[in-house]
């Protein structure tokens, strides 16, 4: 799921830094993600910022 958050964000020109700032995430927590599952409600707020389907990360 991290792998594909990056990507998202690169191409929107969006840091994972910047998107854990606006959402109010503890810094670093989005990179954890590849080892531990967040909750729904976490993916559903990274889908809304993105404006992507919450499907395209999942």
Known sequence: MYG??????K???ITISK????LK?????VCKWGA???SVEKVK?????LEVDINKLL
Do not use: T
């Open 19 to 22: 998107l854990e700032e606006e």
């Open 45 to 49: 707020k990274v889908a809304d910022y």
């Open 4 to 9: 594909r958050i990056k990507e998202i964000c």
């Open 11 to 13: 191409k929107k020109k």
């Open 36 to 38: 531990i599952s967040p």
């Open 25 to 29: 995430f503890s810094q670093g927590s």
